[in-house]
């Protein structure tokens, strides 16, 4: 119960107030530029907040349906890429050659503007479902598999030691000391990937897919002012879709690894 009200008070209370705070100042600046300041097409500029939350709730169904078809393909694609970039670290680690033979390869492909590469996989593959989970997986791989690989490589010398001092099996020393090593580093990895796939995804579906919330937001920035409401209620889903799968990965990290210091009790019992 301790731990829970802490909880509540360092983490979850000031996001709230942070959040409550951003959303009386946007609804304030709103007003400002529609009524002081007379910018022309104001609401296009900056509408609203309860407008945008009254449109939220009147198509909740429709932004649910088409926010699940991104969040699940970009979740398909994110796992692929997850399980990518972690067997690509592990190969590394294990080979000097392997990481001169991959690892320039790795780098290099992320030079390559993800703007000029969804149209490219969309015009070959035909397939918006598809589609979405190679841009997801191409874009969660590399950050997964760079910080994989650093935490392999993060393991104290002096354990690594006593391992082989006990005639340990290369399997045992992975599963035992470096994975356990190495997950801080792979939450970290997953956490900067997660978001990033799910706006892939919404990327893809700007090239001319038929489902997803990034379908929704294109119709409505072409019908122009007067779907004012519904292009920032889908702007928001997505920052919220984003938002959701870095909170599970934070979630995954604290049920995976406990033991890292920010999630010990402060002040409570060792």
């Given at each position: ?125 035909r397939d918006?479902?598809?589609s979405r ?104 889903v997505g ?32």
């Amino acid at each position: 119960m301790k731990q829970n009200s802490a909880f509540m008070r360092e983490r979850v209370l000031p996001l709230f107030v942070w959040i409550f705070g951003l959303l009386v100042v946007w609804e304030a600046v709103s007003w400002w530029l529609l009524n002081v300041a007379k910018t022309p097409l104001a609401q296009s500029k900056l509408p609203y907040v309860h407008e945008v939350a009254a449109t939220l709730w009147k198509y909740s169904g429709t932004l649910l349906k088409e926010g699940g078809a991104t969040f699940g393909n970009a979740g398909v694609g994110f796992l692929i890429g997850a399980l990518a970039g972690v067997i690509l670290a592990v190969l590394m680690s294990l080979s000097k050659t392997i990481e001169q033979l991959a690892f320039p390869y790795a780098i290099a492909s992320q030079m390559i503007p993800i703007l000029g590469l969804a149209p490219i996989i969309y015009g070959i593959v035909r397939d918006e479902q598809v589609s979405r989970i190679i841009i997801s997986g191409y874009i969660t791989f590399f950050p997964v598999a760079l910080n994989m690989l650093r935490g392999l490589r993060s393991v104290d010398l002096s354990a690594l030691e006593l391992m082989h001092s006990y005639a340990a099996k290369p399997w045992a020393v992975y599963w035992k000391l470096r994975f356990p090593a190495a997950l801080p580093g792979l939450f970290s990895g997953l956490k900067i990937a997660a978001p990033l796939a799910v706006t892939g995804a919404i990327l893809v579906e700007l090239m001319g897919a038929q489902h997803g919330i990034g379908v929704i937001m294109l119709r409505n920035l072409y019908y122009g002012p007067s779907h004012t409401y519904m292009f920032w209620s889908t702007v928001l889903v997505g920052a919220l879709l984003g938002m959701a799968s870095y909170w599970l990965m934070s979630l995954a990290e604290r049920l995976v690894a406990p033991w890292q210091p920010e999630f010990r009790p402060k002040g409570g019992n060792r």
